[in-house]
C-alpha cells in the first residue's frame, strides 16, 4: 500500500519542523511550503494525498492560505485547514470554498492523524462492499440492512465490535471481512475461541507468559493480545469465558497494556476486539455470569446474525454457491433441490457446506431426492427427540428407586459420554452447556473411566 504523501504550507518554521518530525516519524511523506508561491510550485510538480494549509502565511497579506484551496481542489488534493484563527466567518468560508476540514493550533496530532485516516474510508468501504459480496452471500433485507450499516457506521472507526448470532451463520467470516476491509494483510487477524480451553489455558493464551511462569514454561510465549498489536482480536464464544479471566481482559482492554504471567514488566497493545457468542449475553448478565461491565466495554457495536431459518431466500442461493465451487461438475435434480430448499438447516450455513464436502467422493456426482437423508426430506432436526417417548418405563422405575437428581446426573453423564466424541465446542452446543460444566462432567468421567480401567 502506497504511503500518503503530504503537503504541508506552514511559514512558522518552529511549528512546520514539529509537526513534519510527528508525521515522518510514523511513515508518512511530507513536503514543506512556507509561502503560496512555493506551494503553487510544489502542487504542480507533485502529487498529494493532503495538504495542511495554514491561513495566514505572511504578516503583510492575511488569509493567503484561502487562495491554495481552489488550486489544490483541481488536483485532486485534499485540504484541510491548520490556524489558530478560530473566528466563525473563517470556518464557514473554508467550508464553502472546499476544505475537509478545520483544525486548530496548537495542532493536535491525534486530529491530524484522524483526518488522514478518513482519507482511506471510501477506499475501506468500497473493499467491504466487494468483500461481502464474494463471501458473505445473502439476499435477506433485514441482513443487508444490517451491512449496509456495518460499512456506513461502524467499519471505520476503532470502537469493538460484538457479534451475536447461532452457530455456523457465518460470525468468524464476518469479522474476517471486517479486518480485511480496514488493513487488508498489513496487520494480524489473531482468533481464539474461548471454548475450547480451560481457565489457566486461556489465560495463558491471552496474556503470554515469561519463561520459568509455570512447571513446563521452559521458553517465554507471547499472548494473543500482544499478537495482535495494531490488527484486530477476535474472540469466538466469549460467553463461556470465566469471570476472572473477563475482570483481567477488562482492565486489559481499558488500559492497552497488561503483564505477562510471571512477568512485572507491563506490555502495550492497541488492537480493535471484536467478540462472537451463539448465547443469551443478557440472560447470562442477570444470572451474574457474565460482567455487565465488561460486556458494556466490547459491545460498542453491535451486530445480530439471523439464523437460516429467518432467511429462507438465502438457502437457495448459499446451495446454488456451494453446488457452483463443489470442485466437479455436479448435478442436482429438482426434487432434490426442492428440498435442500424447503429444509430449516438449524446448523445454518456450516450444516450446508458439510452437507457438499461429504459429497466430494461420490462416484457420480449426482444427487437425488432419494439421496438426501431422511431429516432434509422431511425438513426436521436430526438432533430433536419426540417428547412423548423421552422417558422409557425403565428410566420411570429408577427414578422411583433413587430419584430425580440421582436420574437427572446420570443422564447427564452418559450424554456427556456419547457427545464428547465431538469437538469440546459442538459438545458444549448440543449440550446447551458453559465451560464450568463442561470440565466438571469432563472430571467426573474421567474419574470413573479410571476406576473401571482399575477393576480390568
Known amino acids: 500500500m502506497k504511503k500518503v504523501r503530504i503537503l504541508l504550507i506552514e511559514d512558522d518554521k518552529l511549528i512546520a519542523s514539529s509537526i513534519i518530525k510527528d508525521l515522518e516519524g510514523r511513515g508518512f511523506l511530507v513536503t514543506h511550503a512556507n509561502s503560496v508561491e512555493t506551494a503553487r510550485e510544489e502542487i504542480k510538480g507533485a502529487t498529494f494525498d493532503l495538504a495542511l494549509v495554514d491561513l495566514d502565511l505572511s504578516p503583510d497579506v492575511g488569509k493567503e492560505g484561502f487562495l491554495l484551496l481552489p488550486d489544490l481542489i483541481s488536483r485532486n488534493v485534499v485540504p484541510v485547514i491548520l490556524t489558530g484563527n478560530d473566528s466563525n466567518a473563517d470556518i464557514e468560508r473554508a467550508y464553502e470554498l472546499g476544505c475537509k476540514d478545520y483544525l486548530l493550533k496548537p495542532y493536535d496530532i491525534d486530529s491530524i492523524l484522524r483526518v488522514i485516516k478518513n482519507l482511506k474510508k471510501p477506499v475501506v468501504q468500497a473493499r467491504f462492499k466487494a468483500l461481502v459480496e464474494e463471501k458473505f452471500l445473502t439476499r435477506n433485507e433485514v441482513l443487508k440492512q444490517e451491512l449496509e450499516r456495518i460499512k456506513k457506521e461502524t467499519l471505520y472507526s476503532e470502537v469493538p465490535i460484538f457479534i451475536h448470532g447461532p452457530t455456523g451463520v457465518g460470525k468468524t467470516k464476518l469479522a474476517q471481512i471486517i479486518h480485511e476491509s480496514v488493513h487488508g494483510d498489513l496487520k494480524k487477524f489473531v482468533e481464539l475461541n474461548c471454548s475450547n480451553l480451560k481457565e489457566d489455558l486461556l489465560e495463558d493464551e491471552l496474556f503470554g507468559h515469561k519463561k520459568d511462569a509455570f512447571t513446563g514454561a521452559t521458553t517465554d510465549k ?43 514488566k507491563k506490555v502495550s497493545s492497541n488492537f480493535r476486539i471484536i467478540s462472537a457468542t451463539c448465547d443469551n449475553i443478557f440472560e447470562k448478565i442477570s444470572k451474574k455470569t457474565f460482567r455487565e461491565d465488561f460486556y458494556f466495554r466490547i459491545s460498542g457495536a453491535n451486530i445480530n446474525l439471523l439464523p437460516l431459518s429467518e432467511r429462507k431466500e438465502d438457502v ?141
Open 222 to 264: 507471547k499472548g494473543k493480545l500482544e499478537e495482535a498489536n495494531g490488527g484486530t482480536l477476535f474472540l469466538d464464544e466469549i460467553g463461556t469465558m470465566s469471570l476472572n479471566i473477563q475482570q483481567k481482559l477488562l482492565k486489559a482492554i481499558e488500559e492497552k497494556s497488561f503483564y505477562p504471567l510471571g512477568s512485572n
Open 316 to 456: 437457495e442461493l448459499l446451495v446454488d454457491h456451494f453446488k457452483q465451487n463443489f470442485g466437479r461438475a455436479l448435478a442436482i435434480d429438482k426434487d432434490a433441490v426442492k428440498s435442500l430448499c424447503g429444509y430449516s438447516w438449524p446448523g445454518n450455513i456450516r450444516e450446508i457446506q458439510s452437507f457438499f464436502s461429504e459429497r466430494k467422493e461420490m462416484d457420480t456426482p449426482i444427487i437425488r431426492l432419494s439421496d438426501l437423508p431422511k431429516h432434509i426430506r422431511e425438513n426436521r432436526n436430526p438432533h430433536r427427540v419426540d417428547r412423548n417417548t423421552l422417558i422409557t418405563k425403565a428410566q420411570l422405575n429408577y427414578i422411583r428407586n433413587n430419584g430425580l437428581k440421582s436420574f437427572i446426573e446420570e443422564i447427564e453423564l452418559e450424554a456427556f459420554k456419547v457427545f464428547k466424541k465431538e469437538s469440546k465446542r459442538q459438545t458444549m452446543r448440543f449440550l446447551e452447556m458453559g465451560s464450568t460444566k463442561y470440565y466438571r462432567l469432563e472430571e467426573k468421567y474421567e474419574s470413573l473411566e479410571a476406576q473401571r480401567r482399575g477393576r480390568l
